[in-house]
């Protein structure tokens, strides 16, 4: 089992920039796949970026690619969401999750079914 809190959060400007923080506990946390998902008030919690357990492997939502940036490290249990020239639309509460899903395509990480474990979450809020 792994224990994941999310940090980073706050209110920011549009064009402006944020590194969300998902620290895990345990001793297994090299054995997840990790991603970031976000659910916007009224609307489904959508998929956001994900990372393989080795590092090699990233997929991004449309929406955020070239803006955000996803990585882990290992020896601190930690995996990182830097979101750049954030916009309105943006705004969500953001949540990390560890997967221990055998498929490393799309489909298969995008998907939060495949996650066992999440955070509680932390609120990204970007104002025009």
């Known amino acids: 089992q792994v224990e994941l809190v999310e940090s980073g959060g706050g209110l920011v400007q549009a064009g402006g920039s944020l590194r969300l923080s998902c620290a895990a506990s345990?001793?297994?946390?090299?054995?997840?796949?990790m991603g970031w998902f976000r659910q916007a008030p009224g609307k489904e919690r959508e998929f956001v970026a994900t990372?393989?357990?080795?590092?090699?492997?990233?997929y991004y939502v449309h929406s955020v690619k070239g803006r955000f940036t996803i990585s882990r490290d290992n020896a601190k249990n930690t995996v990182y969401l830097q979101m750049n020239n954030l916009k309105p639309e943006d705004t969500a509460v953001y949540y990390c999750?560890?997967?221990?899903?055998?498929?490393?395509?799309?489909?298969?990480?995008?998907?939060?079914?495949?996650?066992?474990?999440w955070g509680q979450g932390t609120q990204v809020t970007v104002s025009s």
């Open positions: 345990g001793h297994t946390f090299s054995s997840y796949h």
């Open positions: 999750a560890a997967s221990k899903s055998g498929q490393t395509y799309y489909d298969a990480l995008a998907d939060q079914y495949q996650y066992a474990y």
């Open positions: 990372i393989t357990r080795s590092g090699i492997i990233t």
